[in-house]
């Protein structure tokens, strides 16, 4: 079965998904885009590009993945890009799933490539295969990270979660994460308008269940398959947003940031890696810059929530809501809510109501210690925790904190 025809027109089945874990539950259930690319039960090739390579690809019956009868099947050596392709339309997939399979070990085999129409050219986003080593393995440009062993024979659930701002790619196996915020292959690649399927080695690999979704569909959503024949834990309504914005590390600066849009930059690329933000919150930098852009103004300059908790990344309370957190005291230490673990000080060119201080060494443009820069000091709560004294801007490295919120 295929949902949709990626030449003409994408449809795409759209729920929200009510049920989820605890953890999962602090973050509310986004609106689900799931496609159906294929699952070969229809018995036909239909959308797929006949092999250019030495190699055949059929329909097959012999085997299919995760309860299923059938699969796609390549057999022989077709070389890179060589195999059958499908055309995906050109769409910002957040998710892809598929399954796959290789009845050889320590060859090159089962190769899944997803890029644009130059893929050829660029090398694509993703270039996933079983290598000779007998792991699965996520290949970038220059490097290639080794995954999973495999055994010949033995479908494989893959997992992929593709950020098209960072441009990275994180990919699990049969549900256990392997690696995070691998670089794609062609940064400047912007949406997935191919998908490859080949052996580069002589061998016989099968492809099964490819699902595409934005954003990434969770294990909720692919384990239901509605033979129950009810919709328990669906939902058409679109929960409230999580009551919470997070501070968080942005990591070890001087006092010559790069002003505000230095400061967001590095609080961008922190939140790639940092645990417990979300991949679709917006980021700033927790820092005073001027009277024009101070901390105490951020509801109104960036649309900060005001009436949410504010917590570190392990979900300790920092403050009860905007205005609490900016007293002149927190409920617990950032060190506390995990929010800051190198070091404990941090600039902040805020007083304690988070308006601009005198000192913010010349907007965080200059680390030259003829200036000076506030800061705040993360192991304690009283008002020190953002408004301590001045540093030296060039004599030393503090960090930088960043809110984050969706």
């Known amino acids: 079965m295929r949902s949709f025809a990626p030449a003409r027109s994408l449809c795409a089945v759209t729920f929200v998904l009510i049920a989820a874990s605890p953890a999962e539950a602090q973050h509310a259930p986004v609106t689900k885009a799931i496609a159906i690319i294929d699952d070969f039960e229809d018995g036909d090739l239909d959308g797929w590009a006949a092999p250019t390579g030495p190699c055949t690809a059929v329909n097959s019956s012999a085997t299919g993945a995760n309860g299923t009868s059938r699969s796609l099947k390549v057999d022989g050596a077709c070389g890179h890009y060589q195999g059958p392709w499908f055309d995906l339309g050109g769409w910002q997939a957040t998710g892809v799933t598929f399954w796959v399979r290789t009845d050889v070990t320590n060859l090159a085999t089962a190769y899944v490539v997803l890029g644009d129409d130059n893929v050829t050219a660029n090398n694509g986003v993703v270039f996933f295969s079983a290598t000779i080593s007998g792991h699965w393995a996520l290949g970038t440009m ?31 196996i049969d549900g256990v994460p392997w690696q995070y915020n691998v670089p794609f292959r062609a940064p400047g690649v912007t949406t997935l308008t191919r998908l490859h399927f080949y052996n580069y080695n002589p061998s016989t690999a099968y492809l099964d269940e ?17 033979e129950s024949a009810d919709t328990t834990g669906w939902s058409i309504t679109t929960p409230a947003l999580p009551d919470r914005l997070v501070i968080f590390d ?15 930059v590095l609080c961008g690329q922190a939140a790639l890696s940092a645990s417990g933000i979300p991949k679709s919150a917006t980021t700033r930098a927790l820092i005073s810059v001027s009277a024009d852009d101070q901390i105490s103004d951020f509801p109104a300059r960036y649309g900060v929530p005001t009436d949410r908790q504010i917590t570190g990344p392990n979900w300790e309370v920092i403050a009860d809501d905007w205005s609490d957190l900016l007293d002149g005291s927190i409920d617990q230490s950032l060190d506390s809510a995990g929010a800051q673990t190198a070091t404990e000080f941090w600039y902040t060119g805020s007083l304690d109501d988070g308006t601009v201080a005198s000192t913010t060494c010349s907007g965080w443009t200059n680390g030259s210690d003829l200036f ?11 008002d020190r925790w953002i408004n301590t004294g001045n540093a030296t801007c060039g004599a030393v490295s503090y960090h930088v904190l960043c809110l984050a919120w969706r």
């Open 142 to 172: 220059g490097a290639s990270y080794k995954l999973a062993p495999y055994n010949p024979g033995q479908w494989y659930r893959v997992d992929l979660a593709l950020d098209w701002v960072g441009k990275t790619v994180d990919v699990s």
């Open 210 to 226: 490819i699902q595409m979704s934005s954003p990434s569909a969770s294990v909720e959503i692919s384990a239901d398959g509605f």
């Open 250 to 264: 942005g990591g070890s600066v001087s006092g010559a940031i790069g002003g505000r849009s230095g400061a967001d």
């Open 372 to 382: 000076d820069g506030r800061y705040g000091r993360t192991a304690i709560t009283d």
